[in-house]
């Protein structure tokens, strides 16, 4: 007899597959979107260029029910835990291609989020997944991260903040994508991303990963086909436990956070 729980895991996982296919078709979009600009209409359509390097369970992967409920009221007052954005707004750079290969991959490197809600402190993994600690170290050191927003929460099936987005919308990325790497990395047990990963998000597709990633608070069953980069310290779970807490703005577990998490100031740095 199938209980509650199996069956609600089953319909996060039948979401999450329609998701992925509404991913595919963005991406199928976006590509004949760029041979418009090639043949001419660049000015026009460059702000949505590169929307094809969008992340993995970002802001557009949602029913069209849950994007509405975005938008509205949270059904029930929500105190919000965190505090208010420091002055400043996202960059908005890009680049056209990933940055020279600079990384010490015997090296250790750690990556410090400031947000509105705490400091998050993750160890990142040079060593098994280079190209993806070498972007982070070079779009941290461009202030490519500062003033951004976690545009999402999922808190059923798939427990994961996702960051990394400037526009704050899923739609945004650096300008280029990176290599798929370490998804053979012997955590990843049983289709499952433990607690305290930190995760390359990406479009469905192998080696579309950009500048979005999400940080896993508690165990999610996905696919392993996004790059584990690096551990969540104990003080950053706490953070993220207290924005998990906070909940999300549709009511239907996978929205906006109704906390004001932004990314004050991200730095990487090597040990």
Not at 62 to 87: F, L, Q
Not at 115 to 125: A, F, I, P, R, W
Not at 226 to 251: C, H, N
């Amino acid at each position: 007899m199938v209980t509650n729980e199996q069956r609600r895991r089953q319909l996060a996982r039948e979401k999450f597959e329609r998701q992925q296919q509404r991913r595919e078709a963005a991406q199928r979009k976006a590509r004949r979107r760029n041979a418009v600009i090639a043949a001419g209409l660049a000015v026009v359509l460059a702000a949505g260029a590169t929307a094809y390097a969008t992340g993995a369970l970002s802001g557009d992967d949602k029913d069209t029910s849950d994007t509405a409920a975005d938008s509205a009221p949270s059904p029930k007052k929500v105190v919000d835990p965190c505090a208010s954005p420091a002055p400043g707004s996202p960059s908005g750079k890009t680049w056209k291609s990933e940055p020279e290969m600079g990384v010490d991959k015997s090296a250790s490197y750690a990556m410090e989020l400031k947000t509105t809600c705490g400091s998050v402190d993750l160890k990142l993994d040079a060593a098994n997944a280079p190209h993806t600690v070498n972007s982070f170290e070079f779009l941290a050191k461009e202030g490519f991260f500062d003033h951004s927003r976690c545009h999402r929460l999922t808190t059923g099936g798939i427990y994961v903040l996702q960051c990394g987005d400037p526009q704050g919308t899923g739609q945004g990325g650096p300008g280029y994508t990176l290599p798929d790497e370490n998804l053979k990395d012997e955590k990843l047990k049983g289709n499952v991303y433990p607690a305290g990963t930190v995760a390359m998000a990406n479009t469905g597709r192998p080696h579309t990963g950009g500048s979005q990633f999400f940080l896993v608070y508690q165990d999610s069953q996905l696919p392993p086909q996004y790059t584990p980069f690096g551990t969540i310290g104990a003080e950053g779970m706490k953070v993220l436990k207290k924005i998990a807490d906070a909940g999300e703005r549709s009511g239907a577990g996978d929205g906006a956070p109704n906390a004001t998490v932004v990314i004050d100031k991200a730095t990487v740095t090597k040990n």
